[in-house]
């Protein structure tokens, strides 16, 4: 395939849902995000979640194009499906799981779309519910707006929003499934992250009866990306996640309490099962340093104790969403003797969540090597990698969630900076959801800082911003080359 320049996205999500705004109730029942590895060959691929089958190609000028398409604050992951002009009906089409239509149930269906090259008049690209009659997209009549209508250009409604070049947008279609014609009504470009909004274009002179499989259907060149089907809207439109603690507060101050970082809700609190000491954990004035890695404020630290110690913080976001993925990254270092204190002189971070098993990842207490557990001490998978006093270690989690057992993998020490290991260690039996809180877990001697948790590798192993110094001694550089070339062209050489 031939090369085409990027441009700028455009997010459209479509809503179909049983829930009324401001539900809170959350389902995700299939996602697609496209993360697969660009290719210029034909498009036929089994990932995601939620599908009963891989995706079934009519026409070969579907592609996987590396970069995920971008909306504002949108939790995105992978790539994306670049469709080319191919001037005639083409169509991609996979199954869900599970039919979706019963009367009486609400559904949404979200995904980002982009028009790519040139917009012709009468090439059309979007969305269609397999073997319904709705499609959602960009027409192929001449309207130049996104539109739901019946397949076909019948009782069109447009949203007023048009498909511009290189934009991305985002549009919400939400169905209302009832004993006779369905309420079908679509946003466009909500606020990810933000309540349903109260108006939209509504089209409610079709009965869709149940659906099957969503069908991407097109003759025009477009990009579309983050197809996800929920029960509220809220599963639909996902807010990237973010949080980091930086352990920014005064020196030998207790965390107990304290509320610094983003992406919590509330301070430190007493947690951790079976933990009835908290003051041990005191702020120390120096953060913990690993190489390329970025860092700030100070680093919490505790002595070995003779019983379990333990914090714990709420989480804006919660993880282990079935269908999501999501990384958690922190730095440790032990204290002193490594195997003092309590059962064994364990530390490290508990994920919570209301149930158990429950994961640690840390240095566990029946051995001096980092692990992933439950929390407790069984099911141990081991790093092979020694907690010694006073050495550094970057811990990386990546927490990949299904419908039961998740797929847990630890990386130790990976470069910041350069793309996700290859391999780690993992542990696949385990189910994280409901997972509302990280808890400091210990007894030995150590430090902990750099606690971040995303959506993505690279936004929980940032590289340091260059100094204000050191990009202008770089502009300055790149402006003496510059006028060395200029001389050198004066003097007519090359």
Not at 164 to 192: H, Q
Not at 287 to 294: E, H, N, Q, T
Not at 362 to 387: D, W
Request: proline share 6%; net charge negative; with cysteine.
């Amino acid at each position: 395939m031939r090369e085409h320049p990027r441009l700028a996205t455009t997010l459209l999500t479509l809503t179909l849902t049983l829930v009324g705004p401001g539900a809170s109730r959350a389902a995700l029942l299939a996602y697609e995000g496209f993360d697969y590895e660009p290719t210029d060959q034909p498009f036929v691929a089994d990932g995601g979640y939620g599908f009963e089958e891989p995706w079934s190609l009519f026409y070969s000028n579907h592609e996987i194009a590396a970069g995920s398409l971008v909306f504002g604050s949108l939790r995105t992951s992978g790539n994306r499906l670049r469709v080319y002009d191919s001037g005639f009906q083409v169509s991609l089409i996979r199954l869900v799981d599970s039919s979706i239509g019963d009367d009486g149930t609400t559904r949404y269906v979200s995904f980002l779309v982009r028009p790519e090259d040139e917009i012709h008049p009468y090439g059309w690209f979007g969305l269609v519910f397999g073997f319904t009659p709705l499609f959602v997209g960009k027409p192929g009549n001449g309207n130049p707006h996104y539109v739901v209508e019946s397949l076909g250009g019948q009782s069109q409604v447009s949203t007023g929003v048009p498909a511009v070049l290189g934009e991305t947008a985002l549009v919400v279609v939400r169905i209302d499934f009832g004993p006779g014609p369905d309420t079908v009504t679509v946003y466009v470009n909500p606020e990810p992250g933000a309540p349903e909004p109260a108006t939209g274009v509504v089209k409610s002179d079709v009965d869709l009866m149940t659906f099957w499989a969503l069908e991407i259907y097109s003759s025009g060149a477009f990009s579309i990306d983050e197809l996800r089907v929920g029960e509220t809207f809220e599963d639909v439109t996902p807010k990237q996640r973010l949080a980091h603690e930086d352990f920014a507060y005064a020196p030998g101050a207790p965390l107990l309490d304290a509320a610094g970082g983003r992406g919590f809700v509330g301070a430190w609190v007493a947690g951790g099962t079976n933990a009835f000491v908290q003051d041990n954990y005191v702020i120390s004035g120096d953060s913990l340093v690993f190489p390329g890695l970025a860092t700030s404020g100070g680093r919490v630290q505790s002595p070995a104790v003779g019983a379990i110690a333990g914090l714990t913080r709420e989480l804006e976001q919660s993880l282990g969403e079935d269908g999501t993925t999501c990384y958690v990254s922190f730095l440790v270092r032990p204290e002193e003797t490594v195997g003092d204190g309590a059962f064994g002189g364990f530390f490290g971070l508990v994920l919570e969540r209301p149930t158990e098993p429950e994961l640690f990842v840390g240095k566990g207490g029946g051995s001096s090597l980092y692990a992933l557990e439950n929390r407790g001490g069984s099911s141990i998978v081991s790093t092979g990698i020694e907690a010694t006093a006073g050495v550094t270690h970057l811990l990386v989690l990546k927490i990949e969630s299904f419908d039961g057992a998740d797929t847990i993998t630890l990386y130790v020490d990976p470069v910041p900076g350069e793309p996700e290991p290859a391999t780690g260690i993992v542990k696949n039996d385990i189910d994280l959801s409901g997972t509302t809180a990280l808890t400091l877990y210990s007894s030995g001697a150590f430090s902990l800082d750099e606690i971040r948790v995303g959506d993505t590798f690279a936004s929980v192993t940032p590289v340091p911003e260059p100094s204000s110094a050191h990009a202008t001694a770089l502009v300055a550089l790149l402006l003496l080359a510059g006028a060395r070339r200029g001389a050198v062209r004066r003097l007519g050489f090359h």
